[in-house]
């Protein structure tokens, strides 16, 4: 089977996603959005995009696969290979009306539409299948505290928490853990460092998670997020808002917190600092192997071709 996907960005978990896929036996070939600047720099490149997608010779693929909702309409325009749409969340879940629009558009046009969490598929209104995005724990795995501290050159002692975004993206509130750390040094009578990381090389991720105390989530909506499920499958500790699957990721892990208030984060982020432990989230949360995520993928595949 040949499937030519089409990507927004290539994402690590879009490219974990091919590699699974390639496991399974599926070759895939990858058209990129050409990146974009203003609205008719954007236009630009997606009119691009779509030359670039049909010039590769769709007779030589048995499928598409739509990755995010901007790129079903490209996927769906040409006449002659079956479309899956994969949706990643902030396609279905956005303040845009536009970006919604298009996606529901392009989602009622496909012949098979995947969300990646039952969040996300309480927020569609069209048949689809859940496939959650896989989760490397080879990658994502525990890791010494004062070992990972070394490793990412972070002062071996006091306490760190960890705002795994930019503070720029508002959505991600960062004004709101300032405000949460800052009571939450008051309570414990002690410094509480607050770190931010973006940009990092995603094999890193991992020593800054471990160095960390505790990863803090203050976002005022996620369509996840998957940094809950990489800090839990590495024993850190999280709290967080009531956003996307959190509840249900964290569900049952020990040393970790979903809130809704204020009050409700300081409390919580004060336990797990005051424990100076660890969390079960390794043993205690259902994770989606790679392997297990290709196959559900490369079933898919298979029953749309025979159905098309």
């Known amino acids: 089977m040949h499937v030519l996907q089409v990507v927004t960005t290539a994402s690590p978990f879009f490219e974990q996603q091919v590699e699974a896929l390639e496991a399974h036996g599926v070759e895939c070939?990858?058209?990129?959005?050409?990146?974009?600047?203003?609205?008719?720099?954007?236009a630009d490149a997606?009119?691009?995009?779509?030359q670039r997608v049909l010039s590769r010779g769709l007779d030589s693929y048995d499928l598409v696969h739509a990755n995010y909702g901007l790129t079903g309409p490209f996927a769906?325009?040409?006449?002659?290979?079956?479309?899956?749409?994969?949706?990643?969340g902030s396609d279905v879940m956005s303040d845009s009306t536009a970006l919604t629009a298009t996606t529901e558009l392009a989602a009622r046009g496909s012949d098979a539409v995947v969300a990646p969490?039952?969040?996300i598929s309480e927020s569609m209104s069209v048949p689809h299948e859940v496939v959650p995005f896989a989760l490397d724990t080879e990658r994502f795995r525990p890791v010494d505290r004062e070992r990972a501290r070394e490793a990412v050159d972070w002062d071996p002692?006091?306490?760190?928490v960890l705002f795994p975004y930019h503070p720029d993206r508002d959505v991600k509130d960062h004004e709101r853990a300032e405000r949460v750390v800052t009571q939450v040094e008051e309570l414990i009578d002690e410094p509480v460092d607050l770190r931010w990381i973006w940009g990092v090389d995603h094999d890193r991720v991992p020593l800054y998670m471990n160095a960390s105390d505790a990863v803090l989530v203050t976002s005022r909506r996620e369509s996840g997020p998957m940094v809950v499920k990489e800090a839990a499958a590495c024993n850190v500790?999280?709290?967080?808002?009531?956003?996307?699957f959190v509840d249900a990721a964290l569900d049952g892990v020990e040393n970790s917190h979903v809130a809704g208030t204020d009050a409700g984060l300081v409390d919580a982020l004060a336990s797990a600092l005051r424990s100076d432990g660890r969390s079960d989230g390794r043993t205690e949360?259902?994770?989606?192997?790679p392997d297990r995520m290709g196959e559900r993928l490369a079933d898919l595949y298979a029953d749309v071709l025979a159905s098309s």
């Open 29 to 42: 070939t990858t058209v990129t959005v050409p990146e974009t600047g203003s609205l008719v720099e954007s």
């Open 46 to 50: 997606y009119r691009r995009f779509y």
């Open 76 to 88: 769906l325009a040409q006449p002659t290979r079956p479309v899956v749409l994969s949706v990643w």
């Open 117 to 119: 969490s039952e969040a």
């Open 157 to 160: 002692d006091g306490h760190v």
């Open 237 to 244: 500790p999280v709290v967080s808002t009531d956003v996307g």
């Open 285 to 289: 949360t259902a994770f989606l192997t």
